[in-house]
């Protein structure tokens, strides 16, 4: 016992000192203007990697000034840790998520892992907001935009001259495309909410000016919340003249399922925005990116990005082999999210030869169990029934609460300064949390007991297991509750069957149910759960309010609308929904500050989640890559893929791997007598 405590005070002073020695680094957080990190600006000459350029005399691409917009986005050389990049080398990476399909209009994953991030292009883009003196969106695919005197109106103007991957232009068609014929249509499920963008009870309409400006019109004066709409996943723009061939709008010899399945993993290469290709994939082994030809940002010396040529994704069955895979020098980046590997982790890299370094942030990761609360949404049967009332009985959440020895379950899952207890709400390195608003049910298992028995609950065979009351559709029947979790999230199966007893003792038969990412990711938006326990991985509500409450018919997951928007919102969920209807139009940030605190007392006072275990989160990256921010956050207003963002980052020309797929750049002809065509 005396040696393992010995160890864990020891990891503990070394953690301590990585963060004090990180500390010491460049900071970039909260340092620049948005003008200081981008431009959009037209240079005197332009730049282009020596295999592009090799294409070009070929014969095999149009020069370069052909291939970038007339005003380029120009990304300064004040957020690059290095300075400005050489081309070349591979970036060497982990998923664990097979591809669906390169249809992220029809809500497909890509792979998730930083895959989706270098393909998908929105409007704004949030993620490098960290950066920022005053976060705030920044301007992606548009360059700026104005509001009319009233405030009904947003106009914007469009990065002319943008070209996707295989050459064919970007216009405000494909925004269109994007908002009425994906996002406002029901029969097309989207990661874009339709009633996300209904203001002063209008659904927002969209207009094209012309091929480079839109206007958008809304219901209601200054939502200024309407740029979060726009950013990654929740407005990732689809390629108009690839979809529209799949879609029933435009095509009636299709259907909305042809639609969805609309260019499978196969379909190679993909069409894109983003800095690279898909150009390979191999299930169960590997992705493999190209740099795009026609990618539209550059550096201030004119070079068109990205720096590194080739990205390789090898498939695996979890997250943390990419965490082992770093450390033993076989990929160049992971996150450090599951406690359990934190101390390998930091013995590995405390190695003179260690191929990688590591960091750690506040507490940004929230472990909670979410029940569903919809008395329509997927319910089939009476147990259905009697469980959704049972889980919307405050006393019964306050039950649940009382019976998890909260500390117990963040030791497990790592003893030391990276783990604590915790009572939902948002994690406690959110910039909205404090202390004086969390109301916390403690671990009690007596309390526990007394709530259960209140409900009716009585163990009337003597088994262990309480039987549901009398005066209930399944009187009699055993309260079994089935709980739901991502397979590729070990530090939730571990949390899970940590708890698992603490259930049991107080007379509940909780049966954990594993499914993959793909199962979970169906069976959430149709309600078809009975708990679920999930990593919460936000951090700052207001940009993300659809996470924590009822600010969509579609959130938040653990309580979604049923067709027609049929939802019975309890009572502390209104006053949620209502504080967050206000924080969407609201331009004072103090303001915003003190309605999310009111949001994170009504939801741990009323239990609207159980909160279990926080965890800081890290960073882990191979030394030899460069341009990658000190003090970045794994996790804030994005994922670290688009947070640096990734086309910066470059490799010394001596620690570069050899490309091994750079003949398969796509060029036109790679792009013909496609499924689209």
């Known amino acids: 016992m005396m040696k393992k405590k010995t160890f864990t005070l020891f990891l503990m002073m070394i953690f301590l000192i990585s963060s004090l020695a990180f500390a010491a680094e460049r ?108 976060p705030d969106p920044l301007p992606n695919l548009v360059t700026d935009w104005e509001w009319s005197e009233d405030g009904k109106t947003l106009t914007m103007n469009l990065v002319e001259g943008v070209k996707w991957s295989d050459g064919e232009l970007f216009t405000a068609d494909d925004v269109l495309f994007t908002y009425n014929d994906l996002i406002l249509n029901d029969k097309i499920t989207t990661f874009g909410s339709k009633g996300a963008w209904v203001y002063g009870g209008k ?100 070079k068109q990005l990205p720096y590194i040529g080739e990205v390789r994704f090898n498939e695996v069955e979890s997250g943390d082999i990419r965490t082992m895979n770093l450390i033993s020098g076989v ?19 405390m190695k003179e030869n260690s191929p990688a370094k590591i960091a750690f942030g506040p507490f940004g990761i929230g472990y909670q169990i979410e029940f569903n609360l919809s008395r329509y949404l997927g319910v089939k049967n009476d147990r259905d029934a009697e469980l959704r009332e049972l889980f919307r009985n405050k006393m019964f959440r306050q039950a649940v609460s009382s019976l998890i020895d909260r500390d117990a379950v963040a030791n497990i899952a790592f003893p030391g300064p990276l783990t604590q ?40 065979d003597n088994d262990g297991i309480l039987n549901w009351p009398a005066s209930s ?61 999930v990593r ?64 994170l007392k009504l939801s741990t006072e009323n239990v609207y989640t159980i909160g279990v275990y926080e965890v800081r989160r890290g960073t882990g990256l191979h030394k030899r890559i460069c341009n990658f921010q000190p003090d970045i956050p794994p996790y804030m207003y994005n994922w670290t893929m688009e947070s640096i963002p990734a086309q910066i980052l470059y490799v010394e020309k001596e620690d570069q791997f050899s490309p091994g797929f750079l003949n398969l750049i796509p060029t036109k002809e790679d792009y013909t007598n496609k499924s689209w065509q």
């Open 421 to 460: 207890a915790w009572y939902g709400g948002y994690p406690s390195g959110s910039a909205y949390y404090d202390e004086n608003f969390v109301k916390k049910y403690e671990f009690s298992p007596t309390a526990a007991k007394t709530l259960l028995s209140e409900l009716g609950f009585k163990d009337t």
């Open 331 to 349: 990929a160049d980046r992971t996150n450090l999210e599951n406690p359990q590997t934190f101390g390998l982790v930091k013995q590995a890299t």
């Open 203 to 302: 659904q927002t309409e969209l207009e094209k000016v012309d091929d480079y400006t839109i206007k958008w019109h809304f219901g209601e004066a200054f939502p200024v919340a309407v740029f979060y709409n726009m950013d990654y996943l929740d407005f990732s723009v689809s390629p108009k003249h690839v979809y529209k061939n799949f879609h029933p709008d435009y095509n009636s010899d299709v259907t909305y399922d042809v639609f969805a399945n609309a260019t499978p993993p196969n379909d190679l290469p993909a069409v894109t925005l983003g800095p690279w290709v898909p150009v390979e994939y191999k299930p169960g082994e590997q992705l493999v990116m190209v740099r795009n030809p026609y990618f539209w940002q550059v550096d201030e010396e004119g």
């Open 536 to 599: 919460l991985d936000s951090a700052v509500p207001f940009v993300q309010m659809q996470l924590f409450g009822p600010i969509r018919e579609s959130s938040p997951d653990w309580h979604r609308s049923a067709s027609g928007g049929k939802r019975d919102l309890m009572d502390f969920e209104v006053k949620i929904q209502d504080l967050m209807k206000e924080a969407t139009y609201e331009p004072s940030i103090d303001r915003r500050n003190e309605i999310f605190k009111e949001i």
């Open 473 to 533: 559709r399944i009187a009699d029947d055993e309260l079994v509750i089935e709980l739901l979790l991502r397979q590729d999230q070990s530090a939730v199966l571990d949390a899970v069957q940590a708890m698992e007893p603490m259930f049991r003792e107080v007379g509940i038969d909780l049966r954990i149910k594993p499914a993959t990412a793909s199962t979970v990711d169906t069976r959430i938006p149709a309600g078809d759960f009975e708990a679920y326990m």
């Open 27 to 134: 900071k970039f957080a909260n340092q620049f203007t948005k003008e200081e990190m981008w431009i959009y600006k037209n240079l005197s000459s332009y730049s282009e990697a020596p295999e592009l350029r090799e294409l070009v005399e070929q014969g095999k691409l149009p020069p370069l000034t052909e291939r970038l917009p007339d005003i380029p986005r120009v990304i300064k050389s004040n957020i690059m840790v290095d300075g400005i990049g050489e081309y070349g080398g591979v970036w060497r990476d982990t998923f664990a998520t097979p591809v669906q399909s390169w249809n992220w209009g029809a809500q497909k994953t890509q792979g998730w892992f930083g895959i989706c991030q270098v393909l998908h292009e929105p409007l704004v883009i949030s993620g490098p907001m960290w950066m920022l003196e005053k």
